[in-house]
């Protein structure tokens, strides 16, 4: 069984930059798809970026140009770098991880990204 752990929230003020980081541990992590979502207070949780073995990459358009995924296989660890960041970026960041795009069977617990204005 895997285990996905986030880490690297916090809260800044808008411009600044975080970058979250997501640990695998338990079973090989060698998923193929893995990805990003947020859900911010009383809204639908939302695919903010999305990766494959391929390197190819996916980015809702509310954050192209100031987020980044990226992943280090050797360390089983997969990031978003965010800059620029903005109030309405606001909400629980969590990872996840399946064997195909939008199909994620492993989750994370999550980590909170606050800005403020």
């Known amino acids: 069984q895997v285990q996905l752990v986030e880490s690297g929230g916090g809260l800044v003020q808008a411009g600044e930059s975080l970058r979250l980081s997501c640990a695998g541990s338990g079973s090989t992590f060698s998923f193929n798809a893995m990805a990003w979502y947020r859900q911010a207070p009383g809204k639908e949780r939302e695919l903010v970026a999305a990766?494959?073995?391929?390197?190819?990459?996916y980015y809702a358009d509310s954050v192209k140009g100031r987020f980044a995924i990226s992943r280090d296989n050797a360390k089983d660890t997969l990031f978003l770098q965010m800059n620029s960041l903005k109030p309405e970026d606001t909400a629980m960041y969590s990872c996840?991880?399946?064997?195909?795009?939008?199909?994620?069977?492993?989750w994370g617990q999550g980590t909170q990204v606050t800005v403020s204005s």
């Open positions: 990766t494959s073995s391929g390197g190819s990459t």
């Open positions: 996840a991880a399946g064997d195909y795009v939008g199909m994620y069977d492993s």
